[in-house]
């Protein structure tokens, strides 16, 4: 099943894509050679500075046999690879359906825009409009840069750590750190109740 925006990503997943801690527009293309593929590569090429700005990585899949064009972007061949006890591939990962043409079954093109807590936070499939994938991914991200971080992004962005090859992962809090935190986030709850009363009775404390 397609995955769809607001789905957060298995950690392992992003750090074998070498994403782990990075905002990334994935671009999934059937092969590199075909019109709509050049098409959207050309857009993508187009607006590489604009996706640095953004502070963006850029990463783009094709299925295995593909041919390779000269591009001068971090085009990866989507290979098999263990993910907990089982060959899988990116594409798999991330739900890309597979569409019946008249060649047979060809993955369909899509793009995932990713925050720093490799939650989605936009899906866009076109298999005509190749070259709208970039101004997709774009937009999305203009409107991220926005916006107000989100809670996953303010968590990720207060337990994460540089890993050895420059990614970065959350660490995830101790049984002792998670029931202090249930205990803190209850205490904050009862002073703002209590506070909210004193207000609503007229009780302003000095």
């Known amino acids: 099943m397609q995955l769809s925006e607001g789905t957060k990503m298995e950690n392992d997943c992003l750090l074998r894509a070498k994403i782990s801690g990075k905002r990334t527009a994935i671009f999934f293309l059937p092969d590199a050679t075909s019109a709509g593929s050049v098409d959207e590569l050309g857009a993508i090429s187009a607006s590489a500075k604009d996706f640095e700005a953004l502070d963006c990585q850029l ?50 093109r899509v793009t995932y825009v990713l925050d720093v807590a490799g939650v989605i936070r936009g899906v866009f ?61 209850a205490r904050a709850e009862r002073e703002a109740a209590r506070s909210a009363g004193g207000k609503s009775a007229g009780w302003w404390p000095f």
């Open 125 to 185: 499939a076109s298999e005509t409009d190749c070259a709208a994938h970039a101004a997709f991914a774009l937009d999305a991200l203009r409107e991220m840069q926005a916006a107000p971080e989100t809670e996953a992004e303010k968590e990720f962005n207060e337990r994460s750590v540089v890993t050895g090859d420059g990614q970065r992962v959350a660490l995830r809090p101790s049984a002792v750190g998670r029931m202090r935190e249930k205990e803190a986030k």
């Open 59 to 108: 990463l783009l899949a094709v299925q295995p046999g593909s041919s390779l064009a000269e591009w001068a972007l971090p085009l990866v061949v989507d290979d098999p690879f263990d993910f907990q006890g089982s060959k899988q591939t990116l594409r798999r990962q991330f739900g890309v359906p597979q569409l019946q043409t008249s060649r047979g079954p060809m993955a369909a």
